[in-house]
């Protein structure tokens, strides 16, 4: 259990990258250890995935290798260096690679050598169930999109600001030195007009192939990363947290003494009722943004 989690962890951040197999293009991403392995690819239209640990590794090397003696750990390190390249873009040369669609879900073949013998693999993988879609392609895309537009939202910012600082510069007096340096000061909604108009098209033509340039991996990686901290800590804060304290009576703060029977009866049935005093809570307060600056120069 513990290594399929480490393996779901390491997958998570591990960016999409775009492969070929034949005439078909995929989006896929992978994840090997000593442990076994897990494999997520993705046609745009369907996810299927495949997770393997060191046991199953073990009996299918047997059946498709059977000239073939080796310890599973070698052979998944194996597995790694093929795979791992090919996601890179740097695929072996020895090595092929085909798939097909089964009744379960898609089955991708491998054919390599591993000290001079061949070398067969079949990933079988099946659909992948909608929260690990959600968790590996959906919520990254999504904050990968508000990551973009705070970023644009900067930039167009910075932009402003250049012009502001040139426009001041002209009503000091200075020229351009090189008339063909000049520019128009920038225009937010004409920039956007012409983008949606002009450079989306393109982009939209570019193919599914270049779904993850390595910008796009990077920033992908970045968030993940992000969104792995954020459930550590999560997970940190319920282990420390503890189980939930039992129920308090709420709504009658000053009780009456116990009596001398009560008393006597409690020490004799050995329980000692026990009151903890209550705790103050500590709401979070929301901390003030800090005023950007108007300039970039005083």
Same mark, same amino acid.
């Given at each position: 259990?513990?290594?399929?989690?480490?393996?779901?962890?390491?997958?998570?951040?591990?960016?999409?990258?775009?492969?070929?197999?034949?005439?078909?293009?995929?989006?896929?991403?992978?994840?090997?250890?000593?442990?076994?392995?897990?494999?997520?690819?993705?046609?745009?239209?369907?996810?299927?995935?495949?997770?393997?640990?060191?046991? +199953?590794?073990?009996?299918?090397?047997?059946?498709?290798?059977?000239?073939?003696?080796?310890?599973?750990?070698?052979?998944?390190?194996?597995?790694?260096?093929?795979?791992?390249?090919?996601?890179?873009?740097?695929?072996? #040369?020895?090595?092929?690679?085909?798939?097909?669609?089964?009744?379960?879900?898609?089955?991708?073949?491998?054919?390599?050598?591993? %000290?001079?013998?061949?070398?067969?693999?079949?990933?079988?993988?099946?659909?992948?169930?909608?929260?690990?879609?959600?968790?590996?392609?959906?919520?990254?895309?999504?904050?990968?999109?508000?990551?973009?537009?705070?970023?644009?939202?900067?930039?167009?910012?910075?932009?402003?600001?250049?012009?502001?600082?040139?426009?001041?510069?002209?009503?000091?007096? +200075?020229?351009?030195?090189?008339?063909?340096?000049?520019?128009?000061?920038? *225009?937010?909604?004409?920039? *956007?007009?012409?983008?949606? +108009?002009?450079?989306?098209?393109?982009?939209?033509?570019?193919?599914?192939?270049?779904?993850?340039?390595?910008?796009?991996? *990077?920033?992908?990686?970045?968030?993940? *990363?992000?969104?792995?901290?954020?459930?550590?800590?999560?997970?940190?804060?319920?282990?420390?947290?503890?189980?939930?304290? +039992?129920?308090?009576?709420?709504?009658?703060?000053?009780?009456?003494?116990?009596?001398?029977?009560?008393?006597?009866? %409690? %020490?004799?049935?050995?329980?000692?009722?026990?009151?903890?005093? #209550?705790?103050?809570?500590?709401?979070?307060?929301?901390?003030?943004?800090?005023?950007?600056?108007?300039?970039?120069?005083?």
């Amino acid at each position: 259990m513990e290594g399929s989690e480490e393996l779901e962890s390491s997958l998570l951040t591990q960016p999409w990258a775009s492969v070929c197999f034949g005439e078909s293009a995929f989006l896929a991403k992978a994840s090997f250890r000593d442990t076994g392995y897990i494999l997520l690819i993705s046609d745009l239209s369907s996810v299927w995935y495949e997770s393997a640990d060191a046991e +199953a590794v073990r009996q299918r090397s047997k059946e498709l290798n059977k000239r073939l003696t080796v310890h599973v750990s070698s052979f998944l390190h194996r597995l790694r260096n093929l795979v791992c390249p090919l996601l890179a873009g740097e695929p072996d #040369a020895a090595t092929s690679f085909s798939c097909h669609h089964t009744a379960s879900g898609l089955k991708l073949h491998m054919k390599s050598d591993l %000290s001079g013998l061949p070398l067969y693999w079949d990933f079988h993988c099946c659909p992948a169930p909608v929260e690990m879609v959600s968790r590996h392609l959906v919520r990254p895309l999504i904050q990968m999109s508000l990551a973009l537009q705070y970023q644009v939202q900067e930039l167009t910012s910075l932009l402003i600001q250049k012009d502001a600082e040139i426009e001041d510069y002209r009503e000091s007096g +200075a020229t351009l030195s090189r008339d063909r340096l000049r520019t128009e000061p920038f *225009q937010e909604k004409m920039f *956007q007009q012409n983008f949606m +108009a002009e450079s989306l098209p393109q982009i939209c033509g570019a193919g599914e192939g270049q779904a993850f340039a390595s910008a796009l991996q *990077q920033l992908y990686t970045a968030v993940t *990363q992000q969104e792995a901290k954020q459930a550590r800590k999560r997970q940190h804060s319920e282990d420390t947290e503890g189980p939930a304290p +039992a129920a308090e009576t709420i709504g009658h703060p000053h009780l009456p003494p116990p009596s001398q029977e009560d008393e006597t009866a %409690s %020490s004799s049935e050995g329980t000692t009722p026990t009151s903890s005093p #209550a705790q103050k809570l500590h709401l979070p307060v929301a901390k003030a943004k800090p005023k950007k600056a108007k300039g970039l120069f005083s």
